[in-house]
């Protein structure tokens, strides 16, 4: 991703990485700053959502996907 604001990007990297897999609300705090992130790529962030929204909270593999992004 390339980004306006890398600390917006590893304020999302550091709630993904403490979600709990029973968490919702944490899940929706990364959502909204994703949607609070101004991107270069907004194809990019487009991808971010889909991975994010698709995340089952048994999934761990698609949350380190996330973290990959």
Do not use: G, H, Q, R
Request: aromatic share 2%.
């Amino acid at each position: 991703l390339t980004l306006v604001d890398v600390d917006a990007l590893n304020d999302v990297l550091a709630l993904v990485e403490s979600l709990t897999l029973v968490d919702v609300d944490a899940l929706n705090d990364v959502l909204a700053l994703v949607e609070s992130l101004t991107l270069v790529d907004v194809d990019a962030l487009n991808d971010v959502f889909v991975l994010v929204e698709s995340l089952t909270l048994v999934d761990v593999d698609a949350l380190n996907d996330v973290l990959a992004l």
